[in-house]
């Protein structure tokens, strides 16, 4: 195909024969020959490559990839069918892990809170958002209803003692609760059922930390619990736990960490039912919610509310406040209420 170029010079010769002839060229000719030229110039910008002669229109997008250097242009983004699946929202794994059989973290089983894939995403997002808000509003990664599996191992407890400060203690069916699980002491006080493969199964309380290697979804169980659910020349043995709310007749405690003075305090809460999810206090007519350390104290750095109510919530969001715990370092005083059953 000729080039623009040609065909701008193409009536040229013609002009000059008409002034050496000194006859006039019809109207209609020269309406012909402009007619032909805007024909040519058009095929040539519209030609299927895109490109003008002039080579800036070199870049060419290739199927199912954006061209470098070009804006990427949504394909009606209103009607994609993945728009609105990329709205729903979807569980969150940040508070529930995911235990396998060779220790890494992972629910056997998940709560089912997944909506049909059938409905609608508008009304696939509310289920999820209230499941978000239910039950078990305040629970880490440890969750009601979900087993998780691991490996249980065995250690020897001492007096009791642990990562938790509970203190010296008779009671032998304790746990230590691998780090990650562990939460920065979130576990510290629940209730754990484990089952083992042969079957047997027993009820533990978390007291301590077990730290690396200590594996997502391992426990590290007392001497006396391992060996109930196997010898304990075994070692290591695959488990699966969960976490449980026990009947039982005692009553929660409160203790003052020592050194606790009305500029300083550790406050902590002893013999819980339910995993213990917040300790706040009182101070200047409103609630301030303490921070946790990892040795299970919540802090108050600057005294606020040392000495005076306190209000105690689980992971269900059960909440009990509790006045006249005087401040009495190492002291452990009965508050004579219990969070209820779950």
Known sequence: MASPSHHRRSPR?????????????????????????????????????????????????????????????????????????????????????????????????????????????????????????????????????????GVATAYVIGDGNGSCSYGPTSDRMT??????????????????????ASGASITVRITNECPAPCAPGQLDLSHEAFSKLAPLSTGRISITWRLLSPAMSDTISIRYKVGSSQYWCGVQAIGHRNPLARLEVRANGSWVALPR??????????????????????????????????????????TQVQFARH
């Open 13 to 149: 010769p013609e002009r000059h024969a008409a002034r050496r002839t000194g006859r006039r060229v019809p109207v209609v000719a020269l309406v012909a020959v402009a007619a032909v030229a805007l024909v040519v110039s058009l095929v040539v910008a519209f030609r299927p490559d895109g490109a003008g002669d002039d080579g800036s229109n070199t870049v060419r997008p290739v199927a199912g990839a954006p061209a470098n250097g070009s804006p990427t242009v949504p394909v009606t983004p209103a009607v994609r069918p993945t728009a609105s699946a990329s709205a729903s929202p979807k569980p969150s794994t940040s508070g529930t892990p995911s235990p396998t059989a060779d220790g890494t973290a992972s629910p056997s089983a998940t709560p089912s809170s997944a909506p049909s894939s059938t409905k609608p995403s508008a009304e696939r997002a509310a289920p999820a958002v209230r499941a978000a808000s239910g039950s078990t509003p305040k629970a880490g990664r440890i969750r009601p209803g979900t087993s998780y599996r």
């Open 293 to 334: 350390t990892s040795y299970n104290y919540f802090l108050s750095e600057h005294g606020r509310g040392c000495g005076g109510t306190i209000r105690l919530t689980d992971i269900y969001g059960q909440q009990l406040t509790v006045a006249g715990i005087g401040i009495r370092p190492d002291a452990v005083q009965s």
């Open 175 to 196: 746990a230590a609760m691998n780090t990650t699980d562990y939460e920065t002491s979130k576990a510290c006080g629940a209730y754990v059922s484990v089952r083992a």
